[in-house]
């Protein structure tokens, strides 16, 4: 049994979640203090404002009962290490671009938890918190180790639906919008830019061949030489407009179609 002591705040919507935390928490060291627990963004935010100095460590799940806990660090300075704890593993890169030193998938076992406070252990048993122990923290529990976003979500009338993104050929911009097309052809509006999409989906899958058009490896049928030493690709989908890899990206396009990185 450890003897790391810590006081936390589980910030989790669900009851036996949290209380399921609670008790590996205390399983892996009787020296650790739920100093609160919290269901909500509002709560959250409440609870953090007035109690946060006295924090050394600060569970997260994802989704709660009032948004996502990524809407509490809008409202409130998170100065405090983050573990967060969810079903969705799409959202692990935006958990590391706030304060998240690890990531762990529900539903979460002892030793899953044990193996992330054993790296925070080893680290120091202090955490005092600032920008370079964040990186180091990080690059420590996730060496190259990134995940991708696979689905996405779409309102399709009053209805909304997840898409999953082997269903994706391409994403496009037209003006300040911008859409995903499926592989049935269907067209959804989503609240991303290209270059949001470039961070977050996977780069062995998805390559941004111009300033309009990021692609599904698995979409392309044919691609052809075109004037000016541009590629024209032909997609797997009936698409009428013309998508040009522009020259500047012709090497990377290669190199990626090569499968070189």
């Known amino acids: ?3 790391l002591s810590l006081k936390v705040l589980i910030v989790e919507d669900e009851t036996p979640a949290a209380e399921k935390l609670e008790r590996y928490l205390l399983r892996y060291s009787p020296n650790i203090q739920i100093k609160g627990k919290v269901e909500s963004v509002e709560e959250a935010v409440a609870w ?3 109690n946060q100095s006295t924090l050394d460590l600060i569970f997260m799940d994802i989704q709660l009962k009032d948004g996502v806990s990524f809407d509490i660090f809008k409202e409130v300075k998170i100065q405090k290490p983050v573990i967060f704890i969810t079903a969705y593993n799409e959202f692990a890169l935006e958990a590391f671009k706030v304060n998240g030193i690890d990531y762990l998938l529900k539903p979460i076992t002892f030793t899953d938890l044990s193996n992330s406070l054993k790296k925070i252990e080893s680290l120091g048993t202090q955490l005092r918190w600032n920008e370079d122990r964040n990186e180091t923290i990080v690059n ?3 060496p190259g180790q990134r995940a991708y976003k696979n689905r996405f979500m779409v309102k399709l009338g009053d209805h909304i639906k997840s898409i999953t993104s082997d269903q994706i050929s391409i994403f496009f911009a037209d003006g300040r919008d911008v859409y995903l097309v ?3 052809l269907r067209k959804f509006i989503i609240d991303y830019t290209l270059e949001n999409l470039e961070e977050i989906l996977d780069p062995k899958i998805f390559h ?4 309009s058009y990021i692609i599904n ?3 392309i049928q044919d691609v052809i030489v075109y004037s000016n030493s541009r590629l024209k690709i032909t997609p797997t989908i009936k698409w009428e407009s013309e998508i040009i890899v522009s020259r500047e990206k012709v090497g990377d396009f290669k190199h990626w179609f090569d499968g070189s990185h």
């Open 1 to 3: 049994m450890s003897t």
């Open 48 to 50: 953090l404002s007035a």
């Open 140 to 142: 420590s529990l996730s």
């Open 182 to 184: 499926t592989t049935q």
């Open 208 to 211: 941004r061949v111009n300033r």
């Open 217 to 219: 490896i698995s979409a």
